[in-house]
């Protein structure tokens, strides 16, 4: 059965499949590939938990593959530039004498740079 839809100027026909006394609308999502990182994975589980309106909203105007792609990708760069700049403050020990305090230095750096992406870009 076809049921016509006006929204503004926009005219759109749905469809509906009977089901016992009700009529529910034939829905879909379009497909489309998109690689979602860690990132981007954290932005949906805080969107699903916290922010159920925006999830639901980007979900059915199919924007929330797009959002969580963008999201990914800006922390990453920003982690990237945060990383840099804080490695410019503090120098790292020599890689080539002392290879446990140099990594121990960089995973301490790193988790300062997440843990600002994190409060401004994630969990925002």
């Given at each position: 059965m076809k049921l016509p839809y006006?929204?503004?100027t926009m005219n759109m026909e749905l469809t509906y499949t009977p089901q016992g006394d009700y009529l529910l609308p034939d829905l879909t999502l379009s497909k489309v590939a998109m690689r979602i990182g860690k990132?981007?994975?954290m932005r949906k589980t805080f969107l699903k938990t916290e922010r159920k309106g925006m999830y639901a909203h980007l979900?059915?105007?199919e924007q929330l593959n797009?959002?969580?792609t963008d999201i990914d990708r800006t922390?990453?760069?920003q982690i990237e530039q945060t990383m840099q700049e804080l490695l410019r403050l503090n120098p790292a020990?020599?890689?080539?004498?002392d290879p446990l305090a140099w990594m121990e230095?960089?995973?301490h750096l790193k988790l300062q740079a997440e843990e600002l992406i994190l409060t401004e870009l994630i969990y925002h």
């Amino acid at each position: 059965m076809k049921l016509p839809y006006k929204k503004g100027t926009m005219n759109m026909e749905l469809t509906y499949t009977p089901q016992g006394d009700y009529l529910l609308p034939d829905l879909t999502l379009s497909k489309v590939a998109m690689r979602i990182g860690k990132y981007g994975m954290m932005r949906k589980t805080f969107l699903k938990t916290e922010r159920k309106g925006m999830y639901a909203h980007l979900m059915l105007t199919e924007q929330l593959n797009h959002h969580l792609t963008d999201i990914d990708r800006t922390a990453r760069e920003q982690i990237e530039q945060t990383m840099q700049e804080l490695l410019r403050l503090n120098p790292a020990p020599d890689k080539a004498s002392d290879p446990l305090a140099w990594m121990e230095h960089m995973n301490h750096l790193k988790l300062q740079a997440e843990e600002l992406i994190l409060t401004e870009l994630i969990y925002h």
